[in-house]
Nanobody, 115 residues
Framework: QVQLVESGGGLVQAGGSLRLSCAAS????????MGWYRRPPGKQRELVAM???????NYADSVKGRFTISRDNTKNTVTLQMNSLKPDDTAVYYC?????????WGQGTQVTVSS
C-alpha cells in the first residue's frame, strides 16, 4: 500500500500562484508515475500533470506553460507549481501515484481561483 498526503492549495486571485506538494509513504518501490488530477465543480476528474520516476513530465493542454511538475525521488515527493491561475483552475486537486498493477490517490485539496 501507498499513502499520499497533500499540502498546499487555498484561495487565490486570478493571475496568482499556488504550490501543491504530495508526500508518498509505504510501498514506494511499486510506484512509477506520480502527479495530479483535478475535479472541477460539476465535472469529472481530469489529468493535470504526471511525471515518471525518470523525470519525464506530461501536462494537460489547459495547463501547459503555466504549471510545472517536479519530483524528488529521495524524499518521495511531487510538487505542482501553478502560475497564472485562472478561475477555470478552480477544483479539488488530487495527488496520484501509479505502478504496473496499482494506483493510489490522496484525499484531495481545494484550489479556488477568484476572478
Amino acid at each position: 500500500q501507498v499513502q499520499l498526503v497533500e499540502s498546499g492549495g487555498g484561495l487565490v486571485q486570478a493571475g496568482g500562484s499556488l504550490r501543491l506538494s504530495c508526500a508518498a509513504s509505504g510501498s514506494i518501490s511499486s510506484i512509477n508515475a506520480m502527479g495530479w488530477y483535478r475535479r472541477p465543480p460539476g465535472k469529472q476528474r481530469e489529468l493535470v500533470a504526471m511525471i515518471t520516476s525518470s523525470g519525464t513530465p506530461n501536462y494537460a493542454d489547459s495547463v501547459k506553460g503555466r504549471f510545472t511538475i517536479s519530483r524528488d525521488n529521495t524524499k518521495n515527493t511531487v510538487t505542482l507549481q501553478m502560475n497564472s491561475l485562472k478561475p477555470d483552475d478552480t477544483a479539488v486537486y488530487y495527488c496520484a501515484a501509479g505502478g504496473p498493477t496499482s494506483s493510489y490517490w490522496g484525499q484531495g485539496t481545494q484550489v479556488t481561483v477568484s476572478s
